[in-house]
């Protein structure tokens, strides 16, 4: 039987936890290939007991990751899967109706279903947490490879949204919560100074405690208990810690901070 005409590729470093079930969930795309960033686990042992091909590729910013996975993938459609996203069933039988379809638009917004503490999480922002497409033509889409995270895409056609969502398991546990905001702050904070923004510790604190309240009051966040205070709790700090590093990098000569 002939394999669809889908690539996927997954970006991963040190993913050991996650990656086996990431893979396991598109065994049945025509291409799978890892870019990863010279894991030092057991990330590419995984890999390697799967029909997948790895391409090195050092950490600099998301954008550059992203864009390889384009430039190292060959067929004519692109699923974009991350180490800790898994392709539900549903989802796989929609894409593969998808890109049968000449009809079909040239990039898609992919639905997430994100789970927390034992629990699907359903406000908050969470649901349906849409990223850039992840499903796409090749040579419709490319990726700004200048930010550091948050990477910005080029559409070049028409955007649809898929109807079935794919799973997402962000945190494994909360001292893994409390190690992707710090990456993520430093790496955040480097935009900003990168775009010539400045802050201060009042601006910190009030955009914080905006993002708590958005979060948990105003998209419903409380709603999703222990894990909806969670989020809104790593909202304030990824915000505040983001601002206070921007604010550190005056007084830093080392800055910009090296990949995290």
Not at 154 to 173: A, D, K, V
């Amino acid at each position: 039987m002939a394999r669809p005409p889908i690539s996927v590729y997954i970006l991963t470093r040190n993913e050991e936890h996650k990656l086996e079930a990431a893979l396991e969930s598109v065994t049945w795309a025509g291409e799978i290939v890892i870019i990863d960033s010279f894991s030092t686990d057991r990330t590419l042992e995984i890999a390697r007991r799967f029909d997948t091909r790895i391409v090195q590729v050092e950490f600099r910013r998301f954008g550059e990751l992203r864009q390889a996975g384009i430039e190292h993938t060959t067929l004519p459609w692109i699923f974009s899967l991350d180490a800790d996203e898994r392709c539900t069933p549903e989802a796989r039988d929609e894409i593969l109706r998808l890109v049968a379809d000449p009809n079909a638009a040239d990039a898609y917004l992919v639905p997430r279903r994100n789970r927390m503490l034992g629990r699907n999480v359903r406000h908050g922002g969470w649901y349906p947490d849409y990223r850039q497409p992840q499903l796409f033509r090749r040579g419709r889409m490319d990726y700004a490879t200048e930010d550091h995270v948050h990477e910005g895409y080029r559409l070049h056609g028409r955007l649809g949204r898929m109807t079935n969502p794919i799973q997402q398991i962000p945190y494994r546990t909360i001292s893994e919560i409390i190690q992707k905001m710090d990456r993520y702050t430093t790496l955040n904070a480097a935009n900003l100074r990168q775009r010539g923004k400045t802050s201060s510790f009042p601006a910190a604190v009030l955009r914080g405690g905006w993002a708590f309240f958005r979060v948990y009051v105003i998209q419903l966040g409380f709603l999703d208990g222990s894990a909806g205070f969670i989020i809104a709790i790593l909202r304030f700090e990824n915000s505040f810690y983001k601002h206070m590093k921007c604010i550190e990098a005056f007084f830093d000569s080392t800055w910009p901070p090296g990949s995290a």
